[in-house]
């Protein structure tokens, strides 16, 4: 139920913070776009340049965080991690990538010409090097503002 809760979410999200180690434990968090949630999988892009990419190499584990910020709600995503860097899957999820972008820049046009909001850069652009990673969701928690916790193992 709570997984079911969390992809529903997610579909709706454009960034994740998501969370990585290296194998002498030093942790690394950093945006993500959120590509798509799928069949128990959220596929994220990243740049091959920074630590999350280089943690992941060596430990191929992530974990996702973001807030409701409407209930307060805090969520964890936990998973193993499989990179998607060439084949037929990564021909589909760059094709979906591809029209991600133009999606979240018509949006972000739309939102700066109607109310008058100032980007510094309205066009989404990727980099030339680039990957998409899909986090197989293995467990969620659900955090309340109460400091209440709900654990889901998938």
């Not at 030093?26 to 993500?32: D, G, I, Q, T, V």
């Not at 892009?45 to 999350?52: R, S």
């Not at 293995?138 to 709900?150: D, K, R, Y």
């Amino acid at each position: 139920m709570l997984k079911k809760k969390v992809a529903e979410f997610l579909k709706q999200k454009e960034f994740v913070s998501v969370a990585t180690c290296n194998f002498q434990g030093r942790p690394n968090a950093a945006p993500k776009l959120i590509l798509k949630e799928d069949a128990g999988n959220v596929y994220l892009v990243d740049y091959t340049i920074g630590h999350t990419w280089e943690n992941l190499l060596v430990n191929p584990r992530a974990s996702l965080s973001f807030m409701d910020t409407d209930s307060l709600n805090g969520y964890q995503v936990n998973g193993p991690v499989q990179v998607v860097e060439k084949g037929e899957e990564y021909e589909v999820l760059l094709n979906e990538l591809l029209q991600r972008e133009i999606d979240l820049s018509t949006k972000r046009i739309i939102e700066g010409v109607t109310r008058g909001k100032v980007h510094g850069s309205f066009e989404v652009a990727m980099p030339k090097r680039f990957i998409i990673f899909k986090v197989k969701i293995e467990e969620v928690i659900e955090i309340a503002p109460s400091g209440g916790m709900t654990r889901e193992k998938v």
